[in-house]
């Protein structure tokens, strides 16, 4: 089974960029869909990002579109969010997912891994 460590979460200026990883461990990582959830203080953990297993298609949630983009490096067994024009309303808790559906990342909420979670924090 994938392990899943996110790293790169940090504070930043509004109108800034960041770039989130998730290293993933394991001889499975390729056959995994991977996603990107968010969970503002106080709110439920939203989906903002999936990449395919092969990381030919991308789907984002509207709120990120045109800002994020996801990505992915098998080779790396290594997933990526880059952010770009973040907003104060950006703030979150960054946890990346596995699955090897790719609807049980962006229908169900509910991947079979999950990482540990990164802050960001969006500053005004």
């Known amino acids: 089974q994938v392990q899943l460590v996110e790293s790169g979460g940090g504070l930043v200026q509004a109108g800034g960029s960041l770039s989130l990883s998730c290293a993933g461990s394991?001889?499975?990582?390729?056959?995994?869909?991977m996603g990107w959830f968010r969970q503002a203080p106080g709110k439920e953990r939203d989906f903002i990002a999936a990449?395919?297993?092969?990381?030919?298609?991308?789907y984002y949630t509207d709120s990120v579109k045109g800002r994020f983009t996801i990505s992915r490096d098998n080779a790396k067994n290594t997933v990526y969010l880059q952010m770009n024009s973040l907003k104060i309303e950006d703030t979150a808790v960054y946890y990346c997912?596995?699955?090897?559906?790719?609807?049980?990342?962006?229908?169900?909420?509910?991947?079979?891994?999950w990482g540990q979670g990164t802050l960001v924090t969006v500053s005004s």
């Open positions: 990449i395919s297993k092969s990381g030919s298609n991308t």
């Open positions: 997912a596995a699955d090897p559906s790719i609807a049980s990342i962006m229908v169900r909420g509910s991947p079979e891994v």
């Open positions: 394991g001889r499975s990582f390729s056959s995994r869909a």
